[in-house]
């Protein structure tokens, strides 16, 4: 499964973020929450298109899409160089496909800043300069070996990671991060292989009092500030208040207390989404009366792979797609209304499959 890894110095948020995630009650009973690991958490995707299918299904079983959620913690100040147990932090990272990164923007004397006051920028870039010397040990081993590799292969990919371990080798010198540096589409794929800790995509998350969330402090105006050049989302959410109405026992509870703050929907279902888009990853639906369900499949895939997602027996045996768009769906009402209306589109293999469709995969066996 697809991980989101949560990090920032000690004492921003992230367990009391984590914690909220994870708190059972917060979910509704169609949407559970499991454990992993201590700090591993599986989190379904929040999706009102779920709701209102099962409305006009009535299935037996739904069943929403995930994503994994890990907290590491532990991240200080000289990590890169092994630092406060760095390199098993580092590595637990890499293993992410996405980060979250958590920037305190509040004020509270009861909570130790291990840098003695509240700067959220400052803290990002702690954080970024650990990563970004993590990738630049990276590089520097590979240039050396690239370097004699490029001067004898007559393989041009040899020579294209040349030069782009020289670009991100530039930049990250010079303090930025490897997801700053342009490369073309070639260059991409070969940069993919690198692993690269700065490449990954990142959110933001400017961790708020409970007063700062549809204001924005100064501490929030600074981050996006320093970030706007990054082309990465700034969330708000003010963790410790979350915290505090996922303990709440009933939805209509929650609802309220949220409606109070002035917000809509919880700043978790917000992350949620928000690091859901950040992988890239899109949703189609199965929808029988046995279970109405989400499936998550990477943008731009072709409709044999999708339906390998739900068996790998289905890609192989791939003949056909039969697609009703969920717009198509609601407004019809059912599958069969879709039949009469001419609104189910037969699709082969070169289909990509869009956000929201409804699926029907025919296959050999
Ligand atoms: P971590 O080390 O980043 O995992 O941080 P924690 O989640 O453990 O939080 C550190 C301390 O800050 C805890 O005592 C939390 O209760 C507190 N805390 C977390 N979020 C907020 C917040 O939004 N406002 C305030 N005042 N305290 C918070």
């Known amino acids: ?80 160089k092994g630092e406060g147990l760095g390199n098993k932090f580092l590595a637990n990272i890499r293993e992410t496909d996405a980060i979250i990164h958590v920037l305190r923007c509040f004020d509270d004397d009861n909570v130790t800043h291990v840098d003695g006051s509240v700067d959220p920028v400052r803290d ?10 993590k990738d630049l040990e990276t590089i520097n081993n590979r240039i050396g070996k690239t370097e004699k590799l490029a001067k004898s292969s007559k393989n041009p990919e040899d020579k294209r990671l040349l030069e782009v371990l020289i ?46 969330v549809t204001t924005e402090n100064q501490y929030v105006q600074a981050v ?24 709440l026992e009933t939805y209509e509870e929650r609802q309220m207390f949220l409606e109070d703050l002035g917000l809509k929907e919880s700043g978790v279902a917000k992350l949620i989404k928000s690091a859901y888009k950040l992988l890239n990853l899109n949703t189609f639906f199965t929808a029988g009366e046995k279970e109405v369900r989400a499936w998550t499949f990477p ?8 339906a390998g997602i739900i068996h790998s027996d289905f890609e192989k045996g791939f003949i056909r797609a039969e697609v009703i768009k969920y ?26 499959v869009q956000d929201g469709d409804i699926m029907h995969f025919r296959f050999n066996v």
Request: proline share 5%; with cysteine.
């Open 167 to 212: 670009k991100y080798k530039e930049a990250l010198e010079s303090g930025k991060s490897a997801r700053t540096v342009p490369l073309t589409d070639q260059e991409e794929k070969v940069a993919k292989s690198l692993f690269l800790l700065t490449n990954k995509p990142v959110l933001y998350v400017c961790n708020v009092d409970e007063g700062s």
């Open 327 to 352: 717009e198509d769906f609601i407004a019809l009402g059912s599958e069969q209304a879709c039949k009469e209306a001419g609104k189910i589109h037969i699709e082969g293999k070169e289909y990509e």
């Open 1 to 80: 499964a697809l991980q989101c890894g949560i990090v920032g110095l000690p004492n921003v948020g992230k367990s009391t973020l984590f914690n909220c995630l994870s708190n059972a009650k917060a979910q509704s009973a169609n949407f559970p929450f499991c454990t992993i690991e201590p700090n591993v958490g599986v989190i379904t995707v929040p999706d009102e298109r779920l709701i209102q299918l099962e409305k006009l299904v009535k299935p037996q079983k739904v069943t929403p899409t995930t994503i994994e959620i890990v907290d590491i913690a532990g991240l200080v100040k000289g990590a890169s």
């Open 124 to 133: 990002k870039e702690i954080i970024d300069l650990e990563l970004q010397l």
């Open 299 to 306: 943008a731009g895939a072709l409709a044999p792979q999708a």
């Open 224 to 247: 996006k500030q320093a970030v706007k050049d990054e082309n990465a989302q700034v969330l708000v959410i003010a963790a410790q208040t979350e915290a505090e109405i996922a303990e």
